[in-house]
């Protein structure tokens, strides 16, 4: 049980910490090892992921192109460049054949 002091009264009780300076604790780091990361493969232009998009799927949606990451600006430069033809609003379909390669 602790004794709380009441108004009129004050704690008569006092703390002492020796605070020593001197001492000093440093953590001890270990040294960090170098590890190799093996090269990363290139990756896709998001052209080419537009077209394999729509290789597979035969017809895509611009709401399925900008979920891989292909914004919906680029859809009409792609159109003019003749990689995508525009089927209906929003809808779109691979310009090349299948034996073709994208480049």
């Known amino acids: ?23 000093r604790f440093r953590r001890r780091r270990k040294p960090k090892q170098q590890v190799e990361k093996p090269p990363e493969p290139p990756k896709a232009s998001l052209r080419q992921r537009a077209v394999w998009l729509a290789l597979a799927k035969g017809e895509v949606r611009a709401k399925d192109l900008t979920d891989i990451g292909v914004p919906r600006c680029y859809l009409t430069p792609m159109c003019d460049e003749g990689l995508l033809v525009k089927v209906g609003y929003g809808r779109y379909r691979a310009a090349v054949n299948d034996s073709e390669e994208v480049a």
Do not use: G
Request: charge should be negative; glycine fraction near 0%.
């Open 1 to 23: 049980m602790k004794w709380l002091p009441v108004t009129d009264q004050t704690a008569n009780y006092e703390l002492p910490i020796a605070v020593d300076s001197s001492l």
